[in-house]
């Protein structure tokens, strides 16, 4: 994350607020690089801030001791953390797996609904997928949790998270919720395809999506289908264009079209020959966003004559086509936008790799050439950029 200026994914599918659990504990320690013996000490301090409060103290006890006897679920360090296929590797060593699994399970058990309960029944998923009791893990899990499961599934699927893809398959194989299956089934196809490079596995499940899974809504006020999503994502899969990464100044914008909110055809870059675009990536419920605002109004009142074109790529819900167009008339922004209802999952948004809004891009409308992005396109920066830009062009040969 570059900045705090940044609203970070807040899709039907995200974002996942940290979880409170064993593997978000450990992360924390090993990103302060802290050695075993250290680890255990933080672990047993852990243990003692808690102990006026009964179900917390019990799963902060439980991780005490599966720690102190297993830590080869522990990444040595943050240069060299834990893979997907060394995490599946040390859950195949697990050997008493299984009372660690019932262990957990009672306690979930013990303190229906509460944050001690889902943290044990997700830590089942993440370090015993294979045992007995995982079964009736994902099954309480499905009946007591399952609202704030979507809600999850966006923040596994980052390489912090090297159990995810098992997590999603005993989700998928075993939970007797549809709806969750669907989710987990979406998530597992992106962290195959973003976090362990497997794009011939992600693009069957991709398609197992859209087979099985096409008419779920991804949330209940989504007009949008988790079919759709899969769809989207196969067509960015077999894109040669496809971004895992922001796109940055140097390199190309992937050609794309859609239409705008009032009916327009957008032509990226194709429809701003002998223009310099920007294209702005925000929200309106976006902070950082709506402060930005003035800069790109401002931007657009000097140098729109000159050559300058903007293209807002809206991340807002599908249900909000109304309020977008009262907003943007509020804030003088008369420039075209795109809204596909799909936020974070928008096609547009996964093939531009973005991770964070706002975000710009001057983009030289007959190259496709990004001229500038991100901290160097917004801001007290942004005018400075379009007037380079802009002067460049215009001196450029003909």
Known sequence: MRGGAFCLYGSVLGPAPLRPGVGRNLQLYNAMNLSRPCLMVCLAALLLSGCSRSPKTAWQRFQVTFFAAHLEFGAPSVSKPLTPERWEK??????????YAARALALAKSHPGTATAEQALWWILEYCPEAPSCKEAVEVLSRDFSDKFANQCRGLINADSPYADHFFRAIVEKSPNWQMRGQAMLARARFRQVVMHDNATAEKLFEQVVAQFAGIKVSKDSLVTLGELAQDDLTNLRSPNLAPEPLRAG?????????????RAAQVPDRYRGKVVLLDFWATWCG????????????YAKYHAKGLEVLGVSLDRANAGDSLASFARKHNMPWPQICDGKSWDSPIVRRFGIKGI???????????????????????????????????KQSAPK
């Open 251 to 263: 390199q190309k914008v992937p050609r794309f079209e859609a239409t705008t909110t009032d009916g």
């Open 90 to 99: 040390a859950v195949r060593q697990f050997a008493d797996a299984e009372d």
């Open 358 to 392: 706002p975000h710009a891009l001057i983009v030289d409308g007959d190259t496709g050439l990004i001229l500038a992005d991100g901290e160097d396109a917004r801001g007290p920066k942004l005018a400075a950029a379009v007037e380079d830009a802009l002067t460049k």
């Open 288 to 299: 950082p966003c709506v402060k930005e605002i003035p800069n790109v109004v401002d931007a």
